[in-house]
């Protein structure tokens, strides 16, 4: 070989040479800023992780010790069995005293105030429920009174959850994306160093990495829509639960009736028994005695039609809003049902409620999910479109056009601010959670609108004007329409 071809393939070893030192040095720095990426996302982003994924487990176990509560409630019919409940609620609640001590103990210094106000949140709910234990049996384990009594304790504490997850999250984006964007420039750099041959390797190496970096965001969004979804099922059967007490109250009234009726006639007859076996009847007390018999019958029956109408409505109802089962329904029938089961709730308003709808609408759809519909916008009525005790009224409006429901729903209430016109459906959104609003209810109607029932809502409102919801529905609901949660 010559000494000229010896220089060239010297050059090219140089040239070769230092391309790969280039590639070389170039991989090294952008590993090495891969493992600083990944060091301060194991050091700052996983405990962030970590908090949310706690703060998690005690909202859910918190809602197990509401569950127990509610057990006690409904099923404690003496002492023994009302004990036997108390002792799955102390479990419970030990159990979220616990997890929030280990919360507050992994937790930032920024945090362990808001934790510290969840705990004395918690182990003040924690009294009230032993002193409305106390009441419950003393009453004599009448659950609607007892219920009433504590509605609305806990709200300190799920404020106090709320804001826990809300922080340990938003922090955890944040780091995220730091850690990210680390690791994207560090790649980056080296992908710049790597030769043609090696780019589909290191391609394949950032994808990994960043598939490494966002899995655990994804999975938190994931449980934080697993919690939202947990807190719009508490919301229904919130309402479900109102409805049951409001049911009770109405029933109260008729039964006291009948049970007053029942004991005067049984009176009357041991009367009549006794004149006759001594043969000192006269025609006058047997005149008197069946005029007597007849006002009770009357009454018996009348109260006893009133106690079978209310349960067949709030039966129908009920059993459509747990399992939500599609079937065919007269539409007319089935709201004049849903109001009501509600009127238990409706009566401490001077609400009146008017329904416009043929008789002869026929749907195939989802009753328990238009209940739920209805329910959520009378109650938001209620709540939000009046003063306490002011007079107003209600009107839903129902127009079939073709294999289409136009349902207009209005209030004379008094309107929404302009600024919130387009907030009203968003979760989580209200202007009374100073007064326990959870910022749900409308954000369910909007979803089981759309998806489960296949139609769309429009809003309309001025203040002082009130609020008016276009509604429209198909008459038959399409078989690809998203089913209801939990089907």
């Not at 070389?24 to 990944?38: I, V």
């Not at 919360?103 to 409305?132: G, K, P």
């Amino acid at each position: 070989m010559s000494q000229a071809a010896k220089q060239i393939f010297r050059n090219l070893l140089l040239i070769a040479a230092l391309a790969f030192g280039l590639i070389g040095g170039a991989t090294l720095y952008g590993g090495h800023g891969l493992w600083k990426a990944l060091e301060r996302f194991s050091q700052e982003a996983l405990p962030d992780h970590d908090r949310a994924e706690r703060a998690l487990d005690v909202a859910i176990e918190f809602k197990w010790q509401v569950q127990e509560w509610k057990n006690l409630l409904l099923r404690s019919s003496d002492a023994a069995s009302s004990a036997e409940h108390w002792q799955a609620v102390l479990a419970r609640q030990q159990a979220v005293q616990s997890g929030l001590q280990a919360l507050r103990a992994a937790a930032a210094e920024a945090d362990r105030s808001a934790i510290d106000a969840a705990i004395q949140s918690h182990l003040a709910l924690s009294q009230v429920y032993a002193q409305a234990r106390v009441r419950f049996e003393a009453d004599g384990f009448r659950p609607q009174q007892t219920d009433a009594s504590i509605r609305g304790a806990d709200r300190p504490l799920l404020a106090a959850l709320e804001l826990i997850s809300d922080r340990a999250a938003e922090r955890a984006k944040r780091t995220d994306a730091e850690a990210e964007a680390s690791a994207k420039r560090a790649i980056t750099l080296a992908l710049l160093g790597l030769a043609a041959g090696l780019l589909g390797g290191m391609t394949t190496f950032f994808v990994m990495i960043r598939r490494a970096v966002l899995r655990p965001t994804e999975r938190v969004f994931t449980q934080l829509a697993a919690t939202s979804e947990l807190l719009v099922q508490s919301e229904r059967m919130a309402s479900l639960g109102g409805m049951v007490a409001g049911v009770a109250h109405e029933i109260n009234t008729p039964v006291g009736i009948s049970l007053t009726c029942a004991t005067t006639l049984q009176q009357a007859t041991q009367d009549v028994s006794n004149q006759m076996a001594a043969g000192t009847i006269k025609k006058q007390a047997l005149q008197d005695y069946l005029k007597l018999a007849g006002e009770c019958t009357d009454l018996l029956a009348s109260n006893a039609n009133r106690v079978a109408k209310l349960v067949r409505s709030f039966k129908q109802v009920a059993v459509d809003q747990t399992s939500e089962a599609r079937r065919r329904f007269l539409l007319r029938a089935y709201i004049l049902e849903v109001i009501q089961s509600l009127q238990g709730e409706l009566k401490r308003s001077a609400l009146q409620i008017e329904v416009h709808c043929p008789d002869g609408i026929e749907m195939d759809s989802y009753p328990g999910a238009l209940a739920q519909v209805l329910t959520n916008l009378l109650l938001n009525v209620q709540r939000h479109a009046f003063d306490e005790g002011q007079a107003g009224s209600v009107s839903i409006e129902i127009l079939q056009v073709g294999e289409q429901l136009e349902l207009v729903f209005t209030d004379t209430g008094r309107g929404i601010a302009p600024e919130h016109l387009d907030k009203v459906f968003d979760p989580f959104f209200t202007t009374q959670r100073h007064a326990g609003g959870s910022g749900l209810g409308l954000n369910i109607v909007y979803n089981l609108l759309t998806n489960t029932l296949a139609g769309q809502v429009r809003l309309r409102s001025q203040l002082g004007q009130g609020t008016q919801f276009l509604i429209s529905l198909p008459r038959v609901t399409p078989e690809a329409a998203k089913r209801p949660a939990g089907t």
